[in-house]
């Protein structure tokens, strides 16, 4: 039987916004620190989904801040679909001792790395245009994507607002497999909200009737309109 299948990204968050908060605020959960949580819509999929969310948790309990978190992987240089690593704006996690064992010397990474970077800033910059990237420290950060496959990327954005001082960190996702939510708590994730875990998971795309691309005007888009 095929799991539950979202119409576009949209109404997956909007779902998902709703799960959100029955998880973390139906029982009257206290908010970790003293500030407003914020959701960072991991670019470029997870930013129409985490539009909704903050808004559904906006609209439950009178305060939610939005930003975009970019995170983007270090390919091997001639061989890209091996990942020596991955970077937000703050971090970077190498992928244990692949770059040695595909023979990359440190410059090499280094090159690519410098390459993942100019990318991420010029995203970064392009999405706020202009405006600072939202400060972490003492917040619960709620982090959220379209999907998870591996979870690596997701693996990485917990690491970075981590390292940035989110006391609480949340893991949201419309759909993702069993193995990939539960290394995510190993890595630290506080909770981890998933609406549907397909057996066997195959791809994220096979939860949405339209999972069409998103651009960057659509991020922009999502990141500047006020809630509904």
């Known amino acids: 039987m095929r799991a539950r299948i979202f ?11 709703a799960r959100v908060v029955e ?5 009257g959960i206290p908010e970790a620190g003293t500030t407003e949580p914020v959701v960072l819509g991991l670019a470029r999929g997870g930013v129409p989904v985490a539009r909704e969310v903050a808004d559904a948790i906006a609209a439950s309990t009178g305060r939610c801040a939005m930003d975009v978190l970019v995170v983007r992987k270090i390919g091997a240089p001639g061989h890209e679909e091996f990942a020596m690593g991955a970077l937000t704006a703050h971090h970077l996690v190498v992928n244990d001792d692949i770059p040695r ?3 990359v010397s440190r410059s090499e990474f280094d090159e690519a790395a410098d390459r993942q970077r100019r990318i991420l800033d010029a995203r970064e910059r392009r999405y706020r245009g202009g405006r600072p990237s939202t400060e972490l420290g003492g917040r619960t950060v709620i982090l959220v994507d379209d999907g998870l496959a ?12 981590r390292s940035a001082g ?9 759909t993702a497999p069993s193995d990939s939510i539960q290394r995510l708590r190993d890595r630290g994730a506080d909770d981890v909200v998933v609406l549907v875990t397909p057996e066997p998971f195959r791809a994220v795309g096979l939860s949405y009737d339209d999972f069409t691309q ?11 309109r006020p809630g509904d």
């Open 166 to 174: 989110a006391t609480h960190v949340v893991v949201a996702v419309p």
């Open 101 to 103: 064992r595909l023979g």
């Open 7 to 17: 119409a576009d990204r949209r109404e997956a968050g909007r779902l998902l916004g």
């Open 214 to 224: 998103v651009d960057d005007d659509e991020v922009i888009a999502a990141l500047s």
């Open 23 to 27: 998880v973390r605020y139906g029982a």
């Open 150 to 161: 591996t979870g690596s990327s997701m693996a990485v954005a917990v690491d970075s607002v």
